[in-house]
């Protein structure tokens, strides 16, 4: 909403906004908890597992033929940094769509503060699955070394990464086109 409308085109936008409100609020309210659950959910799941050091090592055991025992407690917990290295980054692209929907609920749902902030959630998310893509293998490498040949190809690229990376294209594509159309709009109401 622009302030710089006229009072003829004010009553049809406050109706228009009073009307978009409830629907706005429970869509950014959802994905605000979304969001924090996945950034509070997959670190702890991911630490309980890597936590079981020995029942991790077991299973590497039957699955590629490790040695357990050839693993040392500094390149175990080494890999285990290593995988979180991305939690940083995601923690960050979910701080940005905190503000992104902070943005929405105020209301700014088609300028270009709200475009440059939806911009910035996908260039972190585009920045932490980038991390996810390289820290995996890197893990593994220290953990298996000479059995590393007998990953399966989802470790060095899940399609669930794929899928990340084309939701941080997607929405970098979408605060483009929504950058431009605020930047129009901003224009147009200059000229009303």
């Given at each position: 909403?622009?302030n710089d409308t006229?009072?003829?085109s ?12 409830p629907?706005?609020?429970?869509a ?14 997959e670190p702890?799941?991911?630490l ?5 050091r ?11 033929g ?5 693993v040392s407690?500094?390149r ?10 991305k939690f940083?980054?995601?923690?960050i ?10 943005i929405?609920?105020e209301?700014r ?14 260039l972190w998310?585009?920045?932490?699955t ?8 890197l893990?593994?490498?220290l ?7 007998k ?14 990376v ?14 431009t159309?605020?930047?129009i709009a901003?224009?147009h109401a200059?000229?009303?």
């Open positions: 909403m622009s006229t009072h003829d004010a009553p049809i936008n406050s109706t228009r906004l009073l009307a978009l409100n629907k706005l609020r429970w950014c309210h959802s994905i605000r908890l979304a969001a924090l659950v996945l950034i509070v959910f702890a799941i991911i309980w597992d890597l936590t079981d020995t029942a991790l090592l077991e299973r590497m055991s039957r699955l590629y490790l040695d357990p025992a050839g407690d500094f175990y917990w080494s890999a285990v940094m290593i995988v979180m290295l940083p980054l995601a923690a692209a979910v701080a940005r769509l905190w503000r992104l929907t902070g929405y609920l209301g749902v088609f300028s270009v503060e709200a475009a440059a902030t939806l911009r910035l959630v996908a998310g585009f920045a932490a980038i991390v996810d893509l390289t820290t995996l293998p893990a593994a490498a953990i298996l070394t000479e059995h590393i040949v990953l399966p190809m989802d470790v060095w690229l899940a399609p669930i990464d794929v899928f990340f084309l939701c941080c294209v997607f929405t970098l594509a979408l605060s483009v086109i929504l950058e159309a605020a930047e901003s224009e200059r000229f009303v």
